[in-house]
C-alpha cells in the first residue's frame, strides 16, 4: 500500500499530458505495451484477479504521486531516456517486481517477474533478483521512490545511454518493518535502445 493516493482521475490527465508532450518513441509511457503478449496461465491456475489489472490497479497512486516535471530539463533523446528509466522501468516495473515478486499469489509473482525481464536485462536484472530473493514471503509496502536525474548521456549512434541518479527507495511489511531501503543513493544506469513493439524502447543493462 502506498503512503499517499490520488484518484485515478488525475491518472488519467497525467498519462494525457505527458503522451501528447514525449517523442513517439515514449509512448510506451509507464511500461504498459497493450497489444504485447504476456505469460500464459492456465485455467486451473487462473487467479480471482487478473494480474494485470491488479498491478494496474496498484500503480495508480504510484503514477499520481511520481514527479512529472523530473525529466523537463532535458530534451530530444535525453528526455526520451529519462522518462523511459523513471516511469517505464522503475515506476511501472520495478516498483510492482517489489511489491509482488515474493507474493504467495503464483500468478501474480510470474507476472510481475515477467514485467521485470521487459525492462531490466544483464546485470541490472541480475542484481534486482538477486536483493529480492532474500526477503521473506509475502506482498510488501513500497513507497513512491524518489529519483533525480543528475545528467543524462545517450548515443542514438551506439543505441546507448548514461545517467547519474539520487535515488531513495523503501519497501516494508504489513507491520512497518524495513525490508529493504536506500536513502539519496547515487548511482549510475545504463540503458541500451532495442527494437520494440512501437519504434524502439530503452532498457536498463547496468546499475552502479
Keep these: 500500500m502506498v503512503r499517499r493516493s490520488i484518484g485515478t482521475g488525475i491518472v488519467v490527465a497525467l498519462v494525457t499530458v505527458l503522451a501528447a508532450s514525449a517523442p513517439a518513441s515514449a509512448f510506451s509511457l509507464f511500461g504498459f505495451n497493450f497489444g504485447s503478449s504476456q505469460p500464459a496461465v492456465s485455467e486451473q491456475t487462473q487467479p480471482a484477479t487478473d494480474p494485470q489489472q491488479e498491478v494496474d490497479n496498484f500503480l495508480n497512486d504510484i503514477i499520481a504521486n511520481a514527479d512529472v516535471n523530473t525529466c523537463l530539463q532535458f530534451t530530444n533523446h535525453e528526455y526520451e531516456v529519462c522518462t523511459a528509466y523513471i516511469f517505464n522501468s522503475a515506476m511501472a516495473d520495478l516498483v510492482p517486481y517489489y511489491k509482488f515478486a515474493n507474493s504467495t499469489n503464483a500468478s501474480l509473482a510470474r507476472f510481475?517477474?515477467?514485467?521485470?525481464?521487459?525492462?531490466?536485462?544483464?546485470?541490472?536484472?541480475s542484481l534486482i533478483r538477486?536483493?529480492?530473493?532474500?526477503?521473506?514471503?509475502?506482498?510488501f509496502d513500497v513507497d513512491v521512490p524518489s529519483i533525480k536525474i543528475l545528467s543524462v548521456n545517450s548515443s542514438l549512434a551506439n543505441n546507448s545511454a548514461t545517467l547519474q541518479t539520487i535515488e531513495t527507495w523503501r519497501v516494508a511489511d504489513d507491520s512497518g518493518n524495513t525490508i529493504y531501503e536506500e536513502t539519496n543513493a547515487y548511482h549510475t544506469i545504463t540503458m541500451a535502445r532495442v527494437?520494440?513493439?512501437?519504434?524502439?524502447?530503452?532498457v536498463v543493462t547496468s546499475i552502479q
Design 112 to 125: 510481475v517477474s515477467y514485467r521485470l525481464d521487459s525492462r531490466y536485462s544483464g546485470q541490472a536484472n
Design 130 to 139: 538477486d536483493r529480492v530473493v532474500g526477503w521473506p514471503t509475502g506482498e
Design 195 to 202: 527494437p520494440s513493439y512501437v519504434l524502439h524502447k530503452w
